[in-house]
């Protein structure tokens, strides 16, 4: 029989020790509960009366809005991606919050504001509809989707506790990053999560896309509450805590961080730190003041930075078309219309 839908809503936002845990406190059997809570995860028992939006690109990317029951929306991106041994694997693009605070000049979530926190099951119920609905066998997550991770943290952390155990979605701590464009204490505080035995493989992705202080402050209103320097420091301390090599984002937006000095300047910033550095074309939003840049260029600055030895991946730029390429989320529709503040400015 399956399991009553109240359950279900609970079985989405708790680790199994939890749901447990809960049901051995309301005088209900643990065994059942860990029945139930299995099969939710690994056989995709829920409701499904979520609107779900789906585009598809020529790409084979897929770009999914889920209707969250109080008019506001997630959203999510299903990536083709090959890995390094030539075999193409599926990566879930999740995001953690509707809208963001932060401001970033080239992303389109900015233009929404923040709305809100997503909650641990709105973030899981993202996996689900990938998994289950839209029946795509996803090997790698990461936290880039609508929002800043660190900014709903506790939320992020207990979705991975969720994803990572065996006996639901399974997926290896190894196949999941977080990114962030650098709030330097949930950087900490991931750190440490990533120190516990369980989850010393998980990821961190650091979106860096300048090569100083004065171009990031322009770029990244975030830069003048947690400084270069500071950041820095903290992803020096992920390392030397054991984690695992960095993955250092740079959106290439020409005319503003692709001089050609800038491969100096940034091969210079990430010296000794263990990181490999992406560098994604910039994928212009909704009335964006630059153009993407030509191929010409992002050749010169991935040749320019692999010559100082940098390890360098030059991410191929996918789903344009269907607004779900990076930096490209957000529904235009519900733009906020005061003006946004960094929290901590
Ligand atoms: S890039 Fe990330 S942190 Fe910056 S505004 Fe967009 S969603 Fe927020």
Redesign the pocket.
Known sequence: MPPPSGQIDAALASTRADFRLRARSAGESADQADAHWIDVHRHGRKRSERDINQRTNENGTIKFTLGLGDGHESESVILPMTGRTGRERLTLCLSSQVG?A???GF?E??AMGFIRNLTVAEIIDQWHVARFRLDAAISNIVFMG???PMENLDAVLEAIRILTDRSGPGIAPSRIAVST?GRIAGIRKYTDFMTHPDFRRVRLAV?INAPNPDIRREL?PVTKADPMPDLHAAMSDWIKAGGKPILVEYVLIPGVNDDEDHPRQLAQWLDKLDCRVNVIPYNPRRNSPWPAPDECTVTSFVDSLRDRGCRVHRRKTLGRNVMAAC?QLGNQHIRRKTPLRVPGD
Do not use: Q, R
Request: charged share 5%; glycine share 22%.
């Open positions: 963001c932060l401001g970033c992303c979530t900015a609508m929002g800043e464009v979106s990244m930096g």
